[in-house]
């Protein structure tokens, strides 16, 4: 079971409530409810990592993450401002590691709240982080 800590910050507007599903829907590795927040055109950019263009090539990354369990998920904030959303935590696996993530999010329209852009930053952290 994953352990969740979210601030209460994270679910006072629409686009917060967007990436805390999102990112617990990462942590519970459920590819349909993540790629329900993207749009069919979703550009994934994971820096120093991959390009990923189109739901299609998302979802097959994402499958081919199956075996990462999470642990634990920390949203320490988010902030939105118009189109664009930021999200960052710390996230571990049941392989021992910890990573820092920031991902910033732009939505497609204000009408369809779907995620048509994400840049990730992702830091792996030493045991005593």
Same mark, same amino acid.
């Given at each position: 079971?994953?352990?969740? $800590?979210?601030?209460?910050?994270? /679910?006072?507007?629409?686009?917060?409530?967007?990436?805390?599903?999102?990112?617990?829907?990462?942590?519970?590795?459920?590819?349909?409810?993540?790629?329900?927040?993207?749009?069919?055109?979703?550009?994934?950019?994971?820096?120093?990592?991959?390009?990923?263009?189109?739901?299609? $090539?998302?979802?097959?990354?994402?499958?081919?993450?199956?075996?990462?369990?999470? $642990?634990?998920?920390?949203?320490?904030? $988010? *902030?939105?401002?118009?189109?664009?959303? /930021?999200?960052?935590? *710390?996230?571990?696996?049941?392989?021992?590691?910890?990573?820092?993530?920031?991902?910033?999010?732009?939505?497609?329209?204000?009408?369809?709240?779907?995620?048509?852009?994400?840049?990730?930053?992702?830091?792996?952290?030493?045991?005593?982080?």
């Amino acid at each position: 079971m994953t352990k969740l $800590t979210i601030h209460a910050d994270c /679910t006072n507007s629409p686009k917060k409530r967007i990436l805390r599903d999102l990112n617990i829907a990462f942590a519970h590795a459920d590819v349909e409810a993540i790629l329900a927040h993207f749009a069919d055109d979703i550009h994934w950019q994971i820096v120093g990592e991959t390009d990923l263009r189109g739901k299609e $090539t998302v979802r097959t990354a994402l499958e081919a993450m199956h075996d990462t369990i999470t $642990t634990e998920l920390s949203i320490h904030a $988010t *902030v939105t401002h118009g189109p664009e959303a /930021t999200v960052h935590g *710390v996230i571990t696996t049941q392989q021992g590691g910890s990573s820092a993530f920031c991902d910033i999010c732009r939505v497609a329209s204000p009408s369809s709240n779907k995620i048509n852009a994400m840049t990730s930053y992702v830091i792996a952290l030493n045991r005593g982080d």
